[in-house]
């Protein structure tokens, strides 16, 4: 029997449409919240990703320096969360009596002395490092008895008489200025801001804590700084480090 007009044109029910409506709505907060949550665990993880490496930065930076300072010179004021030392300018060691103002040396590699350049032998604390040091006022070459320039040997003029020994005749170069890394409030907020006497560097923002633990076990061991930092990251998530830093402290 043929079908009626009527019956060739039917279509969906107001009920099949909003079931449909519907079903779509549902898949649609489900796909976007699938999204959202992916693109929250992106950022979290690439904001992570920038704290461990901006600490590996600052890290690393200080583990260079520490490496490279006048023994027994570092120490850290809790008081003002300030990391200070004495970077070496220049070492070598001595061959000839030390309590002179004219130091004969061995060193490979000279320096023409800066303004505040000092020299001292055998420091055992911080305090020793001035305490113990001469005014460093440059070097002439050495010779031997027929005038004939020696390798790497050099007569180093001082500005006093020094008056310390080292059991390893060795002496270092430093100028008088430390270098200082400090926790401040500087514009850019709590930062860790480093200073050497002529200029001054910021190496670390939204820094929430700093601390530094100096272990020197004595003379004949190597000595470490355990450094502790706790930086804050743009989702106000905080990441704790902690590194031990060892370096020489045999002067």
């Given at each position: 029997m043929p079908r009626s007009k009527a019956q060739r044109q039917r279509g969906f029910t107001l009920i099949e449409l909003i079931l449909v409506?519907?079903?779509?709505?549902?898949?649609?907060?489900?796909?976007?919240?699938?999204?959202?949550?992916?693109?929250?665990?992106?950022?979290?993880?690439?904001?992570?990703?920038?704290?461990?490496?901006?600490?590996?930065?600052?890290?690393?930076?200080?583990?260079?320096?520490?490496r490279n300072i006048v023994p027994n010179s570092?120490?850290?004021?809790?008081?003002?969360?300030?990391?200070?030392?004495?970077?070496?300018?220049?070492?070598?060691?001595?061959?000839?009596?030390?309590?002179?103002?004219?130091?004969?040396?061995?060193?490979?590699?000279?320096?023409?002395?800066?303004?505040?350049?000092?020299?001292?032998?055998?420091?055992?604390?911080?305090?020793?490092?001035?305490?113990?040091s001469v005014d460093y006022n440059g070097y002439n070459a050495a010779t031997d008895n027929e005038g004939n320039v020696l390798d790497h040997q050099y007569i180093i003029e001082?500005?006093?008489?020094?008056?310390?020994?080292?059991?390893?005749?060795?002496?270092?170069?430093?100028?008088?200025?430390?270098?200082?890394?400090?926790?401040?409030?500087?514009?850019?907020?709590?930062?860790?801001?480093?200073?050497?006497?002529?200029?001054?560097?910021i190496i670390a923002t939204n820094v929430s804590s700093w601390s530094a633990d100096v272990i020197t076990v004595s003379l004949r061991q190597n000595a470490l700084v355990k450094l502790d930092l706790t930086l804050i990251g743009n989702d106000d998530e905080s990441l704790a480090f902690s590194h031990e830093v060892h370096f020489p402290n045999v002067p």
């Amino acid at each position: 029997m043929p079908r009626s007009k009527a019956q060739r044109q039917r279509g969906f029910t107001l009920i099949e449409l909003i079931l449909v409506i519907t079903i779509l709505g549902v898949i649609s907060v489900s796909v976007a919240q699938v999204i959202s949550l992916s693109a929250q665990i992106y950022i979290t993880g690439a904001e992570r990703t920038r704290l461990v490496s901006d600490a590996r930065f600052i890290i690393l930076r200080l583990e260079k320096e520490l490496r490279n300072i006048v023994p027994n010179s570092v120490s850290f004021d809790a008081s003002l969360g300030c990391l200070t030392y004495y970077p070496i300018v220049m070492s070598g060691t001595y061959t000839a009596d030390p309590f002179d103002d004219d130091l004969h040396s061995v060193v490979f590699k000279m320096k023409a002395p800066a303004s505040g350049d000092k020299l001292v032998i055998y420091p055992t604390s911080p305090q020793s490092v001035i305490d113990n040091s001469v005014d460093y006022n440059g070097y002439n070459a050495a010779t031997d008895n027929e005038g004939n320039v020696l390798d790497h040997q050099y007569i180093i003029e001082l500005g006093a008489v020094n008056t310390q020994s080292s059991p390893g005749k060795r002496f270092f170069v430093f100028n008088i200025n430390p270098v200082s890394v400090c926790k401040e409030t500087t514009a850019q907020g709590e930062a860790l801001v480093r200073r050497d006497g002529v200029s001054t560097g910021i190496i670390a923002t939204n820094v929430s804590s700093w601390s530094a633990d100096v272990i020197t076990v004595s003379l004949r061991q190597n000595a470490l700084v355990k450094l502790d930092l706790t930086l804050i990251g743009n989702d106000d998530e905080s990441l704790a480090f902690s590194h031990e830093v060892h370096f020489p402290n045999v002067p």
